[in-house]
């Protein structure tokens, strides 16, 4: 079945270096994408969104990116802190709308003092 | 302005007792989602629920779960005679309409499910 999946289970940054979290998606159909950002013992904080007729979206230190042709998303943050570190999902919701989102496995992101 | 409320935050129960997760969307918002997420996986959608009416329950077990969300309370998730397989986090979202692009979804704090 279609998947959303991620490259890498854990990442460790230097407080201040950039991070790069990556995901690939199997499903072509998709259009809609989100990165969550999840913290231990909390639900999902939605971080930032791209729709498939862009490749870059840029937000309050974070960038995603969206390269259609290879199915692959990352999201890169900017002089990370250590309050960035937790899991961090992407998700698809296929054609339309948010009733299901299909969820990758996840990463985490250890954000080293 | 408070955010999806849910409760209990942590649920223990014995092998064959039932659950029954609340929540309560953020207000002015009228559609509900329940996901399940298992240890080290992302989440995984169960049931879509408007006022009164399931919109889309295609990622939940046939048997002995259900959902509902009543005209007026919170939304409730209900597992019958639970089992080990069954613990898990249960996260509920909300958003205001129906799934329109760019809408985001707010997601509680969850419940923790722990079948004993």
């Known amino acids: 079945g279609e998947s959303v999946g991620l490259h890498l289970p854990t990442l460790s940054v230097q407080e201040g270096d950039n991070s790069i979290i990556n995901c690939a998606y199997s499903n072509s159909a998709s259009d809609y994408f989100i990165w969550y950002k999840q913290e231990s013992g909390k639900g999902p904080q939605f971080i930032i969104d791209i729709r498939s007729n862009m490749d870059k979206r840029q937000g309050q230190r974070v960038t995603v990116l969206l390269n259609k042709t290879v199915k692959h998303l990352s999201l890169q943050i900017a002089a990370t802190q250590p309050g960035d570190s937790a899991v961090y999902f992407c998700?698809?919701?296929?054609?339309?709308?948010?009733?299901?989102?299909?969820f990758g496995t996840g990463t985490r992101l250890t954000i080293i003092p | 302005n408070a955010g999806v409320m849910q409760n209990p935050r942590h649920l223990v129960r014995r092998r064959g007792q039932e659950a029954r997760l609340r929540c309560s969307p953020m207000?002015?918002?009228?559609?509900v989602y329940w996901y399940r997420q298992l240890p080290e996986e992302g989440l995984k959608f169960m049931v879509y629920l408007q006022k009164e009416n399931i919109i889309d329950e295609s990622g939940m077990p046939k048997e002995r779960f259900s959902a509902e969300f009543p005209k007026e309370g919170p939304s409730i998730l209900r597992i019958q005679q639970v089992v080990r397989g069954d613990s898990a986090a249960y996260f509920c979202?909300?958003?205001?309409?129906?799934?329109?692009?760019?809408?985001?979804?707010?997601f509680g704090s969850g419940t923790q499910l722990s079948v004993l």
């Open positions: 979202a909300s958003s205001p309409s129906l799934g329109m692009v760019n809408e985001k979804l707010f």
């Open positions: 998700a698809e919701n296929g054609n339309f709308g948010n009733e299901k989102l299909t």
């Open positions: 207000k002015g918002h009228s559609h």
